[in-house]
């Protein structure tokens, strides 16, 4: 959930340490830090509770150098947002570490290490790593032995890098569980928890294993596996581009990957759709064997993620006459469920390093599911590595806390998998090409529904001082509901519950009065007489509505009733689109209440703590 860049170079590496940090704030941005060996062979450290323009200023009045550093940014887990909890964390001026993820056992390992004549500064799990390595390097010959000592000890997650006055001029970086990539250059190495870090220095990439120690120095990098094997990974060239995550012309992340969500749909059925139907190749050479022992879909997911998987319930069952489940990674792995012969799992996650998630996928290896099929965003993902098959979504980086693009291109690589498994029973060529033409037609659509961002800028000017909103949905356009009332709780910090419009009378209706907003979703199908009963209730109690309906069902403004008219759209995409207007409408409240779009309080990007 934190962010880490460490450099190793023949020249000051403080600048590129700080450019990461604001290239990975998204992960985390209650206090930021910076170690340095400067040329003297000593460890300079500034902290600051804050963000990381805050440490930049702090380094602008006491600058340090060096050709050998270690950054972090920081989303507490352990200990308040404090100075002192900031990384990086030292011990006795020699040993210097940055960390993500969880370390289980600490409070043993503290005090063990107390008892041992170490003093603690801090209140988070990470101080006993730098003591733990400190006191390892008294007795081994050099400081990737001494890590590979100390995380034989460690219980949890971690990514570690390491650095110490003992060893000058190398960084050692360690991964187990939390994800940690080496980026190489030219008689320089980077290391960070996220390629968008080092972008701007290098396109090459190692991506460390579970298990993996590195011993990086700026001629050249060593790995070794946990049990001090030399060991060999590949190289590889990312496509991204260091302008991929600038601002453009637009105020923040978020509205700009709102906007980007036409093009990245686009991307994501590129290639993948052939005249008329799905080219089943696009899911792994394996696929056509996987899908054909398919008989039911276990999905698993956390909070964006996982609508997308409560819609594609409703895919599965109707279009693909296959039995769906849907859970939450964090409940799935702790309850012991029955597997039923042929079930394919797919996990869904932007980042590919949800912890919940990731750990939920190797319990389905361990209880003996039939097959498993991840849905992410980043080609080389731990999530996607232990996959056996895995579909793209090409959304491209997102930097919002809030996701957007990510979600809608998730929904497009689900119903491409239920078109591919709705063939093996009974979907007819003409009902194929129909639910394709549908795919074909969203970046046009979405497009439009982007030019109504002015209306909806306006109707979010009247939610500014409202406390609680309400949002309605039925069929598919219910886990739109809940995704609508997530983005307004994460950004603009309105309370937002999401309800299917048919439990109304079943205790929400309650809620109801002048000063509670109501957002309803309203398509143009055969529900949607029974979803105008629903809203009569509501009117009859005074509630105020926002109506995001299609142009055909014939809906008209009124003193009670605000209409937002959506583009006619065929009935199984809907809910894509219908999204869009959602995204707009959290965005623009958030603006009007001031709040920090793109970093809420409380909250990170990547998840990969439990």
Known sequence: MCGIVGAVAGRDVVAILLEGLKRLEYRGYDSAGVAIQDESGQLERARVTGKVIDLERFLECSPLRGGLGIAHTRWATHGRPADCNAHPHTSRDTVAVVHNGIIENHEVLRERLENLGYEFTSETDTEVVAHLVHYHRLHQPDLQAAVRVAISELAGAYALGVVSTTDPGRLVAARLGSPLVIGVGSNEQFIASDVTALLAVTQHFIFLEDGDVADISAQGITLYDFAGQRVERLIKKSELRAGAIDLGDFRHYMQKEIHEQSVAIADTLEGRICGHRILEEAFGPAARTVLNDTKAIQIIACGTSYHAGLVARYWFEAIAKTPCSVEVASEFRYRRPAVSPGTLVVCISQSGETADTLAALQETKRLGYAHSLAICNVPESSIVREAELALMTRAGPEIGVASTKAFTCQLVALLLLVIAIARRNGLSEAREAELVAELLALPVLIEKVLRLDDTIRALAAQLVDKHHALYLGRGTQYPVALEGALKLKEISYIHAEAYPAGELKHGPLALVDANMPVMAL?????????????????????????????????LQSAADMHVISIPSVGEVTAPIVYTVPLQLLAYHTAVHRGTNVDQPRNLAKSVTVE
Not at 530 to 538: A, C, H, I, P
């Open 522 to 554: 309203v398509s143009n199908n055969e529900l949607l007489e029974k979803l105008k009963s629903n809203l009569q209730e509501v009117r009859a109690r005074g509630g105020q509505f926002y109506l995001f309906a299609d142009d055909k069902a014939n």
